[in-house]
């Protein structure tokens, strides 16, 4: 088992930044991928942005550019910079990991933590 605790999001301005944390508790040593999926009401949760455990990044198209992913595995943690935001980035976020082992897998997601664009 994997737990995930968030930290960050809150409201800011068209073009502004905000910074969102998360850290992965429990069975962290089998962890592959940590990232961040977004999902606004009656939509689906897509992909924002993951990293795997040797550093290689996926963005969605959306937020090239303009997010940046980061993890810190001695602290197990996953962060998101997220720049120039736009009104469309307004979502629920969620911290995602992928834990994997010589049998299966599986993924853990955290509670989310709201991030709103608006003026």
């Known amino acids: 088992q994997v737990q995930l605790v968030e930290s960050g999001g809150g409201l800011v301005q068209p073009g502004g930044s905000l910074r969102l944390s998360c850290t992965a508790s429990?069975?962290?040593?089998?962890?592959?991928?940590l990232g961040w999926y977004r999902q606004t009401p009656g939509k689906q949760r897509d992909l924002g942005a993951v990293i795997s455990r040797d550093g290689t990044t996926n963005y969605a198209d959306s937020v090239k550019g303009r997010f940046t992913i980061s993890r810190d595995n001695a602290k197990n943690t996953v962060n998101l910079e997220m720049n120039n935001l736009e009104p469309e980035d307004t979502a629920v976020y969620y911290c995602?990991?992928?834990?994997?082992?010589?049998?299966?897998?599986?993924?853990?997601w955290g509670q989310g933590t709201q991030v709103t664009v608006s003026s």
């Open positions: 995602y990991a992928l834990q994997v082992s010589a049998f299966n897998s599986a993924s853990y």
């Open positions: 429990g069975s962290i040593f089998s962890i592959y991928a």
